[in-house]
């Protein structure tokens, strides 16, 4: 993980309960295929809003992903 973000992944905050998780890395992902293994990864983890709201489609989710520095989930 730390050669391909730059550093540990850390996770500055939990929300109310744990039902929330934001993660920031040091160096987003610029490759489309590492993208994509990142989305498979973030839909096993059920997260309400990466599965149901909003219901994206999984290609545009994972390029979405290309460039961004932190990630939130939440549960119900």
Not at 6 to 28: I, T, Y
Not at 39 to 68: C, M
Request: glycine letters at 8%; one cysteine or more.
């Amino acid at each position: 993980m730390s050669k391909l973000y730059g550093g540990p992944l850390r996770c500055p905050g939990l929300g109310d309960v744990g039902s929330e998780l934001h993660v920031s890395v040091a160096r987003p992902l610029v490759e489309a295929e590492h993208a994509s293994r990142l989305a498979w990864e973030h839909a096993l983890s059920t997260a309400d809003n990466i599965v149901d709201d909003p219901p994206t489609s999984f290609p545009k989710y994972a390029t979405d992903l290309v460039g961004r520095t932190s990630w939130s989930f939440w549960w119900d």
